[in-house]
C-alpha cells in the first residue's frame, strides 16, 4: 500500500502542488473518488474547491469497460477501437449517453445544490481524482475544461500507470503524479481503505470548503 485513504493521498499530493499556494488556483475534483483527496489539497495551497463531473460510457452488459465518457459542459469522449472491436451500434451508444447524461446533471445538482458552476477564466486550474487507469474520464474532463478557457490545466493524482500519465501530459500543461507502480493493478490496489465515497460526503465536503473561504 502506498496511501492509507484518500486523505492521506491528498496531502502527498499536496505537497506535489506547493507551487501553487495562494496563486488564485482552482481545485476541481472529479466525483466522488477525487473529492476527499482534492479537499487536502484545496486546504493546504488555500484554493477553493468544487467538483467537475465526468461519467464513463460503460459497454452494457461489461460497464467496467469504457467505450467512452462525458464531462460537465456536454463533452462527449468516444474510445474508438472499442466501439468497433465490440460492434457497438449507434442506439446502444446513444442510449448509455442519455443515461450517463441524466446521471451527470443529477450529480451536478446534488453535489451544487443550485450553486452555479464556478467561472475559471483566466484561472490555473488544478483537476484531480484519486488515481487514474485508462484515463478515458481524465481526458473527457480536460477536454471539457479547455472550453471555459482556465490560464492553465493541471492535473494531479495519487496514482496512475506511467503510460496513462505520459498520454494526458500531452493535452495539459502540467502533469502531477505522485507514484506510478508497475504492475498497477488498479486505483484501489494501492489504497488500504478505499471505500467508496457517497453523495453526502461529497457535498459536506464542498460545504466545509465554501466555508472555509468566507472566514
Known amino acids: 500500500m502506498i496511501f492509507r485513504d484518500r486523505a492521506d493521498a491528498g496531502r502527498q499530493l499536496a505537497g506535489k502542488l506547493s507551487a501553487y499556494k495562494d496563486m488564485g488556483a482552482y481545485v476541481l475534483a472529479l466525483p466522488r473518488g477525487g473529492v476527499p483527496v482534492a479537499y487536502e489539497v484545496a486546504r493546504a495551497l488555500h484554493a477553493p474547491l468544487d467538483v467537475f463531473v465526468v461519467r464513463k460510457l460503460g459497454v452494457p452488459g461489461h460497464e467496467e469497460l469504457a467505450m467512452g465518457a462525458i464531462a460537465s459542459g456536454g463533452v462527449r469522449v468516444l474510445n474508438e477501437d472499442t466501439l468497433a472491436q465490440l460492434g457497438i451500434d449507434d442506439a446502444t451508444l446513444k442510449a448509455v449517453t442519455q443515461t450517463e447524461l441524466e446521471e451527470l446533471r443529477r450529480r451536478e445538482e446534488t ?16 483537476l484531480i481524482d484519486d488515481g487514474l487507469a485508462t484515463g478515458a474520464s481524465m481526458y473527457a474532463a480536460v477536454l471539457a475544461l479547455r472550453a471555459r478557457s482556465p490560464s492553465k490545466i493541471i492535473v494531479a493524482v495519487p496514482v496512475a500507470p506511467a503510460d496513462t500519465c505520459a498520454n494526458i501530459a500531452r493535452y495539459v500543461d502540467e502533469m502531477v503524479c505522485v507514484a506510478t507502480p508497475e504492475p498497477f493493478r488498479g486505483v484501489g490496489a494501492w489504497y488500504d481503505d478505499f471505500r467508496q465515497v457517497t453523495d453526502d460526503e461529497v457535498g459536506d465536503m464542498l460545504r466545509r470548503s465554501r466555508l472555509a473561504e468566507t472566514q
Request: charged fraction near 20%; glycine fraction near 18%; aromatic fraction near 6%.
Open 111 to 126: 453535489y451544487r445544490g443550485g450553486i452555479p458552476a464556478p467561472d475559471v477564466s483566466g484561472r490555473p486550474v488544478i
